[in-house]
């Protein structure tokens, strides 16, 4: 059995241990994780995938109100359900997170308001949607903090809204209930974004990380004496392409306790930051940049970044460390 959303082979035993037929049907839709007692947890929806079926909901709601779920599809390609209402124009949806426990986004609502145009769809940040309030190289300075996967899910619920009511274009506002004072409680300042939270979601789902997914990783990495350990959808795509004698294994944030029980053959592969940052906090200082994105492309990127992978690969033998962008290209390799 294969996870769908993160290409995770599912061992037998696992899927033993569940012994529950509808459940392993949700483990197939993407829709849950299985864990290695057994027991499933479900997955929840971005901030992408909400706004989308609040502005679906919304355009919808020109023709007839809106009072059950919306069908979206996900960045992942996969197709889901989500709650959202609407009525004359006015779209709603609420995060949903799942099992996640610790989503500071978890119930924000989106609101939409869709008004029909004479041609051609124009969606527009409103309140309690960020910001970038610095030029970065994606985004320019005062563009709204929309990732492109995530607008594209916008832009796929827009048409598919468009196509069943017959419009020919749209024009639509999105804002973010209590969104600034919810980017509070995140990264948003220290990212660049200010003003509201930011509309994400590479793959359209919430992973449900929690103590014992956390255990099953640290199963994994001890097993293995050849693992590559990645820190999100752009590292586990491409380093199953580069490394593909490797098991791979996706840790996020969970960098220190991964290292921690990785042993023989060992690499750190993926986008720069979250890597940076965790094997020097103190990168930035001093380097004129307020993001270790801002700084790629640099001189000062390639020196800080070359001295801080060397430093950290000599204290842990046999690590390597792979600095990837975007398009799977690699940026920067020590030893």
Not at 63 to 91: C, F, W
Not at 167 to 183: F, H
Not at 225 to 240: A, C, F, I, P
């Amino acid at each position: 059995m294969i996870d769908p959303v993160s290409g995770f082979v599912y061992p037998e035993s696992w899927v033993d241990a569940c012994g529950d037929s509808k459940a392993l049907e949700a483990v197939e839709s993407g829709l849950v994780v299985l864990t290695a007692g057994g027991k499933i947890l479900h997955r929840g929806f971005t901030t992408g995938t909400t706004a989308a079926a609040a502005v679906k909901a919304a355009i919808l709601s020109l023709k007839d109100p809106v009072s059950g779920p919306v069908t979206i599809l996900t960045p992942s390609g996969i197709r889901v359900l989500v709650k959202a209402s609407g009525e004359n124009g006015h779209g709603i949806s609420d995060k949903y997170s799942g099992d996640y426990p610790d989503d500071v986004t978890a119930g924000i609502r989106f609101h939409a308001f869709a008004t029909s145009a004479s041609g051609g769809c124009e969606v527009i940040a409103g309140d309690g949607i960020g910001k970038w309030d610095r030029e970065n190289p994606r985004y320019p300075k005062g563009s709204p903090a929309i990732s492109p996967p995530a607008m594209a899910g916008i832009q796929d619920a827009i048409n598919e809204a468009l196509n069943e009511i017959r419009l020919t274009g749209v024009r639509v506002i999105l804002s973010a209930e209590n969104g600034s004072y919810i980017a509070s409680l995140t990264l948003n300042a220290k990212v660049g974004v200010s003003g509201g939270i930011s509309v994400l979601g590479s793959t359209g789902f919430v992973e449900p990380w929690d103590d014992h997914l956390e255990e099953t990783m640290i199963n994994r990495i001890s097993g293995t004496s050849r693992v590559v350990l990645t820190t999100g959808r752009v590292g586990l795509k491409y380093s199953r392409l580069l490394f593909s004698s490797y098991e791979v294994i996706l840790v996020g944030s969970r960098i220190g306790p991964a290292l921690h029980h990785a042993h023989g053959d060992v690499i750190l592969c993926g986008l720069p930051a979250l890597i940076l940052k965790f094997i020097n906090p103190t990168i930035l200082e001093g380097s004129g940049f307020g993001t270790v994105e801002e700084m790629i492309g640099t001189s000062e990127f390639d020196k800080r970044a070359q001295e801080s992978m060397l430093r950290f690969c000599a204290k842990k033998p046999g690590l390597r460390i792979i600095l990837l962008d975007r398009e799977g290209r690699i940026l920067k390799e020590a030893p």
